[in-house]
């Protein structure tokens, strides 16, 4: 029985889950996941960062495959910089959904290619 | 600009949604979707059956790619009948993460086989 372990989580328990850099700064936090109808496959983490919920509130929908758990720090790290998530692209909070056109699309992938992620949906 | 189109959906706008039958029974809601760590696809929705939440209720997983949203239903569609429901495998309420060990995966996929979805791990 040798087969590869494929743990899983709920997306419940993925939510509110802090994300941090490799240098252990914290980013945010994951407000919610956004999948891909099509594949199913997760197809970003959608971060918040704290402050006021509501009106106007921004978020950075993040490519999931950039996210790697730690486990000893309870938290998703990712390759970025503050200054890197701060020039991010970013949704409104009133728009979790619908905003996925094929310019926010190529925006935020064109942003995130350099961290060597490719599009979700090739 | 003729690319396919990839609706997103939030986890969050999943869970609680309603999932029926071809005929329009219904058979349960969505409780929580269950995530592959590593490939980021949707391994799971995890169906509930209203009732008394709690110690000892059941939970069924169900592969994702058997579910089909219906917009006019307002519903995710499964190719199941009531007794195929009941009779499938569950997990308790307590163990909505850390059930997916080898056998329980194979015990869920040799039971849906039959509605012609494979295994997500492969």
Do not use: Q
Not at 11 to 17: E, F, H, I, P, Q
Not at 72 to 96: F, H, M, N, Q, S
Request: some cysteine; glycine content about 14%.
């Amino acid at each position: 029985m040798n087969k590869p372990v494929h743990p899983l989580i709920p997306a419940d328990r993925v939510n509110g889950t802090d994300v941090c850099n490799e240098a252990g700064d914290k980013l945010g936090k994951i407000e919610d996941v956004a999948i891909d109808k099509v594949s199913g496959e997760v197809a970003y983490a959608i971060l918040s960062f704290g402050g006021v919920l509501g009106f106007g509130e921004k978020y950075h929908p993040v490519p999931w495959r950039l996210l790697t758990y730690d486990a000893d720090r309870r938290a998703y790290v990712v390759p970025l910089d503050k200054a890197a998530i701060e020039e991010a692209p970013t949704i409104e909070g009133g728009e979790l959904s619908g905003w996925n056109d094929a310019g926010s699309r190529e925006a935020i992938f064109g942003y995130y290619g350099r961290y060597g992620v490719g599009p979700y949906w090739i």
